[in-house]
Structure formats: C-alpha cells, structure tokens
C-alpha cells in the first residue's frame, strides 16, 4: 500500500500517478469542505444566469473590502474553510505574515488564481533536474486539468503540452491592450518582453449551457458553476474509478521508518492512528509538510529557510478607455501574461499577470472617491484601469524562516519574514521599465500605488527541504526523499531548490506526478 497526504494539487498528481501505474493508493486527508448552507446556495445560483440572482446572494457569496482597501483573504463562495486549521495539526504561529496554508479537500486549489504555466529552463539552473526531466509529466497532469488559452507568442518560452485548449473569451480590455502590444511586438521583443493570452486552468466551455461559463464575473469569489479547476474534481474522479481509497479526517503528524515499511502516525478525531505502507508521499503543502518533517527528524528550535518569490501589485492607466467594463459579460481572472527577461532587472524571467476590471476593483475606488463616486465618469477612469500582480524570482526576493519550537499546548511551527532590499530595487526596475515601454503598451504604470508585499503573500513558496543530486542534512534527493530516508518522499514545492517568477501549480503537479511513477519503478525494479 503506498499512503499519500493531502488532496492538494500535488498530493492528488502523485496519486493519479500512482494508480496509472497499477498501485494501490489510499489517500489521507483532513479534507475541510465548503458548509452545506453555502454548497446549496452555490448549486442554486449555477442553474440561472447572473442577472436572476439576488442581492442576499450575491452579497453573501463574495468577498468584502475592509476599510482600508485591504482584502484580507480570497475567500470561496464566502467561506474561509480553505484555511481552517486542522485540529490536532502542529500549530502555525504566522506572526504578521498573510500566508496561510490550507487543511481543506483540493488544499489552496479552492482559492488560487487558476494561472498556469510551466518553469523555464534558465529560472532553474540550480536544480538537479532539468525542465526536459519534467516534460512527460507536465503533458501527465494536463491531462487531468482544463487549459484555456492561445497559440500564441509565449509559446516561445513555455512549451503548450497540451494540444486540447478552450479558447478563452477575453474583455474588451484585454483585447485592446493585446492588439497594442502584438502592433508593437518588434519593439517589445528587442526589450524583453514577451506576452499572451493568459493560460488558464478553466473550463470555459461544457457539455452544455449551464455547464459552461456564463461571463458572470464572479471568478474572484468562487465559481457558482465550479469550473475554475480544483483538485477537488480529480479526487472526485479517482474515487469514481474505484481505484483510490479515500480517508478524510486524518492529520498526520510524523513518519518513521523500519526496513521495508513506512509509517504515518496521525489523529482522527483527536485520536491517535497509524498506517503503515510501502511508501509515503507527502503533499500536504510547504508549511505543514515542513511541519510534519521537523517532528519526524525531531528538529525542534532548528530554523529552516523558506524560499518565496516576491509578490507585488501595481495600477497601469491606459492611454485609450474601453466603454461599458461594468457592464461587460467576462470572466475576472488573469486576462493576459507579460514576461521580461532583461539583464538590467534580472537574469531571472519577470512574470506579469495582468487583470482588467472587476467589482473589487470597482469597491477599491468607491472607496477612495466616497461620495465623488456618484458623479465620476466611470470609463475615464474604470475603462483604462488595469492592475498587474507581478513576481520575481527567490534569488531577489525575501524569504521565510520556520522553527519548529515546543510549547505548552505542544509543537508550534513559527514562521518570521525576512525581507529583502534587493527585491524591493528589482521592483523599481520593473517599474522604470514598464514606464519606458509605455509608447509601446500605451500604458502608464503609477509608480505610487505600488505594493510590495511581505514574503509568502504570493503563495508561491518552498524549498524548506530542497532537492540535491548528492543530498546532506536538511535536502532531499531528486525523489523527495530526506536526507537519512529511504520511504517517505516528499512531493510539493517544499523540495524546490529555488522558486521562479512563473506560476508555480502546474510544476508542482508535474514533479509530484515524476516523483510518484519514478518511485513505483524503484519497487518494480526490487521486485524483479
């Protein structure tokens, strides 16, 4: 029997690989899921169109800016259930940081940005595998996740590895801002700057009408029709097969290992189990992964470095408004990815996201203009508004320190921010580079509503246990395997030697898929 913990994206990759290759697999989790009052509400306002639902419902289902403009979590069909803590888990002490991790059925799956794309070469140079090692895992796992976007220029970069692609319909100001950019695409190229339709994991189109996208624009909050992929759908599929054992409720704590056997020592329902297997992979997100491997090797007050790709949030004003983007029929998520690789910033791939209106960002000015919103001209302002979520690379940006400590109540995983002047010059750059392509993009980045952001914020982070070819204390092997270990195989992003710009699910999945059939290859090998 081969144990995998957690129904995030990577438990549920290295799950799926493992029952390909004819194992048997049983899953262990602690599983949270959305209450029954809003799973109901949600499945009520999937069958009718945006403009039949009600205000309760809408208000109820969505998130709410604080009262400084802050969103303070992105919640799920208003649920903050994705980050509920597990009981009985090691307590995470965050302090002042904004991360979290997550105990719920599909893990951060339930509240990601649904962003895909793969890593690129020249962004992992220090690890002991290359892209190409990966390839026939990142086409694996597209096949179990839905891929909307374009053949276009950043194909140049990042490798399809899927030929089956929903064609995502862009807002109207996403298009102007391509057809821009594309007229420009000589000048930009000589700069740096590649770009595309944003990759999305979401299946916009369906069997049927109420089984595709509406353009409701509640993407932010949740899909009523649950079409922005989740984990969540192949656990549901692999328990459909009849080939995945599921146990829900279950917290592991530590793994140890005797001979041929690995065992999980967890709770359910506060009380204490064990199981005992072949093999353990562990994929229960960075932070309680870190958690569960400092208890097992009994590193208490031993600090481990979280790596983190720096998170930062700008406006850029378009020189040409587009009309009516409050009242457009779309989808809210990434509209279109911009990538710079230019010396003077970094060595590294700068990746842009960048999102088009949407009714936070509709709440975020209401709430700077007060009562001069009511007699503001919304296209002057809303029609050439744009925001872009960028990332830098882990070796310019901050990190994380985590410390398994002892306490009263027992361990405490405490994690401080450690931030990085480095990171905040590299932004700058950014910035100032953006303002020199303005004639090409014919847009304005306002370089004083820049923000950036603590270490973590970005969710993308890792590296506590990162992988070696020849691994010491505190790495791993390129199986995910500690250092000293030999069963028990790490599979999320608490193995990556560094973390790129570029968005981080899809690699994730990809290396947890390679770990778990290149691991079942090593019992097949035995065996014979």
Same mark, same amino acid.
């Given at each position: 029997?081969?144990?995998?913990?957690?129904?995030?994206?990577? !438990?549920?990759?290295?799950?799926?690989?493992?029952? *390909?290759?004819?194992s048997e697999v049983t899953l262990l989790d602690v599983g949270i899921e959305l209450d029954e009052e809003r799973e109901v509400r949600r499945q009520r306002m999937a069958t009718r169109d945006a403009s039949e639902w009600t205000e309760e419902e809408i208000?109820?289902?969505?998130?709410?800016?604080?009262?400084? !403009?802050?969103?303070?979590?992105?919640?799920?069909?208003?649920? &903050? +259930?994705?980050?509920?803590?597990?009981?009985?888990?090691?307590?995470?002490?965050?302090?002042?940081?904004?991360?979290?991790?997550?105990?719920?059925?599909?893990?951060?799956?339930?509240?990601?940005?649904?962003?895909?794309?793969?890593?690129?070469?020249?962004?992992?140079?220090?690890?002991?595998?290359?892209?190409?090692?990966?390839?026939?895992?990142?086409?694996?796992?597209? %096949?179990?996740?839905?891929?909307?976007?374009? @053949?276009?220029?950043?194909?140049?970069?990042?490798?399809?590895?899927?030929?089956?692609? +929903?064609?995502?319909?862009?807002?109207?100001?996403?298009?102007?801002?391509?057809?821009?950019?594309?007229?420009?695409?000589?000048?930009?190229?000589?700069?740096?700057?590649?770009?595309?339709?944003?990759?999305?994991?979401?299946?916009?189109?369906?069997?049927?009408?109420?089984?595709?996208?509406? #353009?409701?624009?509640?993407?932010?909050?949740?899909?009523?029709?649950?079409?922005?992929?989740?984990?969540?759908?192949?656990?549901?599929?692999?328990?459909?097969?009849?080939?995945?054992?599921?146990?829900?409720?279950?917290?592991?704590?530590? /793994?140890?290992? @005797?001979?041929?056997?690995?065992?999980?020592?967890? *709770?359910?329902?506060?009380?204490?189990? %064990?199981?005992?297997?072949?093999?353990?992979?562990? !994929?229960? !997100?960075?932070?309680?992964?870190?958690?569960?491997?400092?208890?097992?090797?009994?590193?208490?007050?031993?600090?481990?470095?979280?790596?983190?790709?720096?998170?930062?949030?700008?406006?850029?004003?378009?020189?040409?408004? *587009?009309?009516?983007? &409050?009242?457009?029929?779309? +989808?809210?998520?990434?509209?279109? #990815? =911009?990538? /710079?690789?230019?010396?003077?910033?970094?060595?590294?791939?700068?990746?842009?996201?960048?999102?088009?209106?949407? &009714?936070?960002?509709?709440?975020?000015?209401?709430?700077? =203009?007060?009562?001069?919103?009511? #007699?503001?001209?919304?296209?002057?302002?809303?029609?050439?508004?744009?925001?872009?979520?960028?990332?830098? +690379?882990?070796?310019?940006?901050?990190? /994380?320190?985590?410390?398994?400590?002892?306490?009263?109540?027992?361990?405490?995983?405490?994690?401080?921010?450690?931030?990085?002047?480095?990171?905040? &010059?590299?932004?700058?750059?950014?910035? %100032?580079?953006?303002?020199?392509?303005?004639?090409?993009?014919?847009?304005?980045? =306002?370089?004083?509503?820049?923000? /950036?952001? %603590?270490?973590?914020?970005?969710?993308?982070?890792?590296?506590? #246990?990162?992988?070696?070819?020849?691994?010491?204390?505190?790495?791993?092997?390129?199986?995910?395997?500690?250092?000293?270990?030999?069963?028990?195989?790490?599979?999320?992003?608490?193995?990556?030697?560094?973390?790129?710009?570029?968005?981080?699910?899809?690699?994730?999945?990809?290396?947890?898929?390679?770990?778990?059939?290149?691991?079942?290859?090593?019992?097949?090998?035995?065996?014979?």
């Open positions: 029997m081969y144990y995998v913990i957690g129904s995030g994206p990577a !438990g549920i990759a290295a799950a799926a690989a493992l029952i *390909s290759a004819g208000s109820s289902s969505r998130a709410h800016l604080e009262i400084n !403009g802050e969103l303070e979590a992105k919640l799920c069909h208003g649920s &903050d +259930h994705a980050y509920k803590p597990a009981p009985s888990a090691t307590r995470i002490d965050y302090g002042s940081l904004a991360v979290r991790s997550s105990a719920a059925k599909g893990g951060l799956s339930n509240v990601w940005g649904a962003a895909l794309l793969p890593f690129h070469q020249n962004d992992t140079l220090d690890w002991p595998i290359t892209m190409s090692d990966l390839s026939d895992s990142y086409r694996a796992v597209l %096949q179990l996740i839905p891929v909307a976007g374009m @053949q276009d220029d950043l194909r140049r970069l990042f490798p399809l590895y899927t030929e089956r692609l +929903h064609r995502p319909r862009i807002s109207a100001q996403a298009e102007s801002l391509l057809a821009d950019l594309t007229r420009n695409r000589a000048e930009l190229s000589r700069c740096g700057v590649t770009f595309g339709s944003a990759r999305l994991a979401v299946r916009f189109s369906g069997a049927s009408p109420s089984d595709s996208c509406n #353009f409701c624009g509640h993407c932010m909050h949740g899909c009523p029709r649950d079409l922005i992929y989740s984990s969540r759908h192949t656990l549901s599929e692999l328990l459909a097969s009849g080939k995945l054992k599921y146990v829900p409720k279950v917290v592991a704590q530590m /793994i140890s290992e @005797q001979g041929s056997r690995v065992t999980v020592m967890a *709770s359910v329902n506060g009380c204490p189990v %064990q199981f005992s297997g072949e093999r353990v992979f562990i !994929g229960a !997100g960075v932070f309680n992964s870190t958690a569960i491997l400092l208890r097992s090797l009994g590193w208490h007050d031993r600090p481990v470095q979280i790596s983190d790709s720096q998170y930062f949030v700008f406006p850029l004003l378009r020189v040409r408004a *587009s009309s009516h983007v &409050d009242k457009e029929r779309l +989808h809210t998520l990434a509209q279109v #990815f =911009l990538e /710079i690789l230019a010396p003077a910033i970094s060595p590294y791939l700068v990746h842009l996201q960048i999102y088009g209106f949407n &009714d936070l960002l509709a709440d975020l000015v209401k709430l700077r =203009l007060k009562a001069l919103w009511k #007699f503001f001209p919304r296209d002057a302002l809303l029609g050439r508004l744009l925001v872009v979520q960028g990332f830098l +690379h882990s070796g310019h940006s901050g990190h /994380i320190t985590a410390t398994l400590r002892r306490s009263a109540e027992g361990s405490v995983l405490r994690l401080e921010p450690v931030e990085s002047s480095d990171a905040r &010059d590299r932004v700058g750059r950014v910035i %100032q580079h953006m303002r020199r392509l303005s004639k090409s993009t014919r847009a304005v980045p =306002l370089a004083s509503a820049l923000r /950036i952001m %603590q270490p973590g914020r970005s969710f993308h982070c890792g590296g506590s #246990f990162p992988m070696s070819r020849s691994p010491h204390d505190g790495q791993t092997d390129i199986l995910g395997r500690p250092f000293g270990l030999n069963r028990t195989h790490v599979i999320d992003a608490t193995v990556f030697p560094s973390i790129p710009a570029t968005t981080i699910t899809q690699t994730v999945m990809a290396n947890a898929y390679r770990i778990a059939s290149q691991s079942v290859g090593l019992d097949q090998f035995h065996q014979v």
